[in-house]
């Protein structure tokens, strides 16, 4: 199994290095292809750093014309997402600074992340809804750092390595803050489940 995902991502890998040697060759469709996959995660991902959808719209537009002005002297980068997903980040991270300057809100230098959990991506299932709503607590519970982790970790396809670039730390900490993140998840629903088992029980008891 392990081995069939690696020859998986090594040919996706191949597909989009592929795509971007003809992006930066002039080819139009290859260009299409590129905006046409990323945009929603980029968008994702931004609106998660700020309510402000408009910026993240702008910050998308920035990133795309960058992309086209700059082709000839642009890398050749071994993962296409990991590349502009960085060069997205930095863009809006200054927009979002410059608009706290803007106002006025120079002390504020905070960064946010705000990950829940889409619900739509659960069946409506009892017991799937009562882990959801302890899988959102605990998200609360992570501060915005943990959570960029986790969202990256479960929704980018990034390596360890390239999720620690993205967020500034090192790879053996993004990986021990993940297994420990999902240690207590595991735990923490566990003994939820098993609450609410015997609550259920002892009403049911009760009820007879």
Same mark, same amino acid.
């Given at each position: 199994?392990?081995?069939?995902?690696?020859?998986?991502?090594?040919?996706?890998?191949?597909?989009?290095?592929?795509?971007?040697?003809?992006?930066?060759?002039?080819?139009?469709?290859?260009? $299409?292809?590129?905006?046409?996959?990323?945009?929603?995660? !980029?968008?994702?991902?931004?609106?998660?750093?700020?309510?402000?959808?408009?910026?993240?719209?702008?910050?998308?537009?920035?990133?795309? !014309?960058?992309?086209?002005?700059?082709?000839?002297?642009?890398?050749?980068?071994?993962?296409?997402?990991?590349?502009?997903?960085?060069?997205?980040?930095?863009?809006?991270?200054?927009?979002?600074?410059?608009?706290?300057?803007?106002?006025?809100?120079?002390?504020?230098?905070?960064?946010?992340?705000?990950?829940?959990?889409?619900?739509?991506?659960?069946?409506?299932?009892?017991?799937? $809804?009562?882990?959801?709503?302890?899988?959102?607590? !605990?998200?609360?519970?992570?501060?915005?750092?943990?959570?960029?982790?986790?969202?990256?970790?479960?929704?980018?396809?990034?390596?360890?390595?390239?999720?620690?670039?993205?967020?500034?730390?090192?790879?053996?900490?993004?990986?021990? !803050?993940?297994?420990?993140?999902?240690?207590?998840?595991?735990?923490?629903?566990?003994?939820?489940?098993?609450?609410?088992?015997?609550?259920?029980?002892?009403?049911?008891?009760?009820?007879?």
């Amino acid at each position: 199994m392990a081995n069939t995902s690696l020859l998986n991502k090594n040919k996706v890998d191949s597909y989009w290095k592929d795509v971007w040697m003809r992006f930066k060759s002039g080819e139009v469709k290859a260009f $299409e292809l590129i905006y046409a996959d990323h945009i929603d995660f !980029l968008y994702s991902y931004g609106t998660k750093m700020t309510a402000d959808t408009e910026m993240v719209e702008d910050a998308i537009q920035d990133l795309f !014309l960058y992309l086209l002005t700059k082709r000839d002297n642009l890398s050749d980068p071994d993962f296409v997402r990991y590349y502009l997903l960085k060069a997205f980040k930095r863009i809006l991270l200054e927009k979002i600074r410059n608009e706290k300057l803007w106002l006025k809100d120079k002390d504020d230098d905070s960064f946010s992340f705000d990950y829940s959990i889409e619900p739509e991506s659960f069946s409506h299932d009892d017991e799937k $809804e009562r882990k959801l709503v302890f899988i959102e607590e !605990l998200l609360e519970q992570l501060d915005p750092r943990k959570k960029e982790i986790i969202f990256l970790k479960f929704h980018s396809g990034l390596s360890y390595d390239e999720i620690g670039d993205i967020v500034g730390i090192q790879s053996s900490s993004v990986k021990k !803050l993940v297994y420990r993140t999902i240690s207590s998840f595991r735990d923490i629903l566990k003994n939820k489940i098993i609450t609410l088992f015997f609550l259920f029980s002892r009403s049911s008891n009760i009820r007879n």
